[in-house]
Nanobody
Framework: QVQLVESGGGLVQPGGSLRLSCAAS????????MGWYRQAPGKQRELVAG???????NYADSVKGRFTASRDIGKNTVYLQMNSLKPEDTAVYYC????????????????WGQGTLVTVSS
C-alpha cells in the first residue's frame, strides 16, 4: 500500500525557519505530481507549492520568496524549506501526490499525507 509520510513540523518563532519532508513509500511505479498544501483553522485547504508533471514549480503568492520546494526523485521525497515564517503561516501542512502503483493499471490515484502542524508564534 502506498502512503505519504510528512515530518518536520513544530513550533517556531516569527522570522524562523522550518523544513518539511514528505516521503512516498510502498509500491510505486511512477509519480505524476507532488505538492504541499496547508489548512489553517477555519480556512479552506490551499496550495502552497506544487511540482507539475512538466517539471515546473508553482507557489502561492503568500509564500513566494520565503518558501522553497525541492524534490529527490530517486527517493520519492519532496521538501519544503520555509524561511521568514509569519504567524499567518500557522497551519497543518499536507503532502499530496498523484501516484501510479501498478504496472497493470495505468491510472494515477491522488494521495494525501496525514499532515504535520506548523505553529508560528512568539
Amino acid at each position: 500500500q502506498v502512503q505519504l509520510v510528512e515530518s518536520g513540523g513544530g513550533l517556531v518563532q516569527p522570522g524562523g525557519s522550518l523544513r518539511l519532508s514528505c516521503a512516498a513509500s510502498g509500491s510505486i511505479v511512477s509519480i505524476n505530481a507532488m505538492g504541499w498544501y496547508r489548512q489553517a483553522p477555519g480556512k479552506q485547504r490551499e496550495l502552497v507549492a506544487g511540482f507539475t508533471s512538466g517539471g515546473s514549480t508553482n507557489y502561492a503568492d503568500s509564500v513566494k520568496g520565503r518558501f522553497t520546494a525541492s524534490r529527490d526523485i530517486g527517493k520519492n521525497t519532496v521538501y519544503l524549506q520555509m524561511n521568514s515564517l509569519k504567524p499567518e503561516d500557522t497551519a497543518v501542512y499536507y503532502c499530496n501526490a498523484d501516484i501510479r502503483s501498478s504496472i497493470w493499471d495505468t491510472r494515477y490515484y491522488e494521495l494525501w499525507g496525514q499532515g504535520t502542524l506548523v505553529t508560528v508564534s512568539s
